[in-house]
């Protein structure tokens, strides 16, 4: 499974911003699709993700402000809502094909910036 995110960008504090993902290959393997984001000097979080049969989960740091949402094989998204600048990291798009919540794909990132 190969996964490419729309370009990041900068946004203002209290902003708003969507991020796409469009998965290719053996997209009907997927069983989960998520987002994970990392600031410099951070560990690797998980931000929000879907399971195919339906199921969320979210970041409780996101919760109420980001969307996780996924229109069909092929593409993932995330409405970030509210944004602050804690939200400045890099996103990375993930999926799994395990029947988990474990990803064994993953995107290049793109990198989001808010501004205060």
């Known amino acids: 499974v190969q996964l490419v995110e729309s370009e990041g960008g900068v946004v203002q504090a209290g902003g708003s911003l969507r991020l796409s993902c469009a998965a290719s290959?053996?997209?009907?393997?997927?069983?989960?699709m998520g987002w994970y984001r990392q600031a410099p000097g951070k560990e690797r979080e998980l931000v929000a993700a879907?399971?195919?049969?339906?199921?969320t989960v979210y970041a409780d740091s996101v919760k109420g402000r980001f969307t996780i949402s996924r229109d069909n094989a092929k593409n993932l998204y995330l409405q970030m809502n509210s944004l602050q600048p804690e939200d400045t990291s890099m996103y990375y798009c993930?999926?799994?094909?395990?029947?988990?919540?474990?990803?064994?794909?993953w995107g290049k990132g793109t990198l989001v910036t808010v501004s205060s």
């Open positions: 993930a999926a799994g094909t395990s029947g988990t919540w474990r990803m064994d794909s």
């Open positions: 290959g053996s997209i009907f393997s997927i069983t989960v």
């Open positions: 879907i399971r195919s049969g339906g199921g």
